[in-house]
């Protein structure tokens, strides 16, 4: 999914006339950096200067991330807190899934919140109403997120030392083995061969994730667009390299 918009220097947010504030401007005047919208439950957040994040859209899956669920709100839309009712602060990445919103801090911490049906909020079922922590160094061994991305109902992390961990729903492998069906807490991923050692960037979307790592893009999921070349295995619970490609070796993926 990764429904993800940077806003570049060519735009000018205090000239979209949106409601996430006066003018397109975020709290307090605020620039909006970047814009995330889940694939399929008419929500949107925006990433403000400031490190804040505000939603608006439909809240049935508590993707507002205010506190609670149900309803919508379009007027001038709904700050973002923390599981404490604190306004999550700090924030540097912003990415959509399905029907769940991650957020990243400058120290490294993931908050995650929306819909955890398959645990990708981490939460084992329901929804998680407010940003809540869902990946740090404490459960990836010892490194925070350098990047993430979001699918349908599964939520991945590239660490600071190269090691990639995904959870959620597991249906077409996307925890990149064959078990647990599902999981609300990071799965490391073990199955890379070879080895992975050095991630530029990794990007989900439906039941499918790929990094790209020295030129490669490894990929492991729902293989049933996959074009690699070779069979295609619909669900595959093994990380794939898809290989350099003929133009030269990858640099990002999405």
């Not at 996430?20 to 970047?34: H, L, M, R, V």
């Not at 991330?65 to 709100?73: F, I, L, P, T, V």
């Amino acid at each position: 999914s990764d429904a993800t918009v940077t806003v570049t220097n060519a735009f000018n947010p205090a000239d979209w006339k949106f409601p996430f504030g006066c003018e397109g401007d975020g709290p307090g005047g605020n620039e909006i950096i970047t814009i995330a919208a889940t694939k399929t439950a008419n929500s949107m957040c925006a990433l403000f200067s400031t490190g804040s994040v505000k939603c608006i859209g439909d809240n049935a899956y508590g993707q507002l991330g205010y506190g609670s669920a149900g309803g919508q709100q379009f007027a001038n839309g709904q700050m973002v807190m923390t599981s404490g009712s604190v306004p999550l602060t700090d924030v540097v990445n912003l990415k959509a899934g399905g029907n769940h919103f991650c957020a990243v801090t400058s120290i490294g911490d993931l908050y995650c919140w929306g819909d955890s049906a398959g645990g990708q909020c981490g939460a084992g079922s329901g929804t998680v109403n407010s940003a809540s922590l869902t990946a740090s160094a404490a459960n990836l061994g010892g490194f925070g997120v350098y990047d993430f991305a979001l699918g349908a109902q599964h939520t991945c992390v590239a660490t600071q030392a190269d090691a990639v961990y995904c959870w959620g729903d597991n249906v077409a492998g996307q925890l990149g083995a064959a078990t647990p069906s599902t999981s609300a807490t990071p799965v490391l991923i073990t199955t890379f061969a070879p080895a992975i050692t050095s991630i530029t960037t990794i990007a989900a979307g439906g039941n499918g994730t790929c990094v790209v790592d020295a030129g490669d893009v490894r990929c492991w999921g729902d293989a049933t667009h996959s074009g690699t070349g070779s069979a295609v295995i619909a669900a595959s619970a093994t990380a794939l390299t898809v290989g350099t490609l003929s133009l030269g070796e990858a640099t990002d993926v999405a």
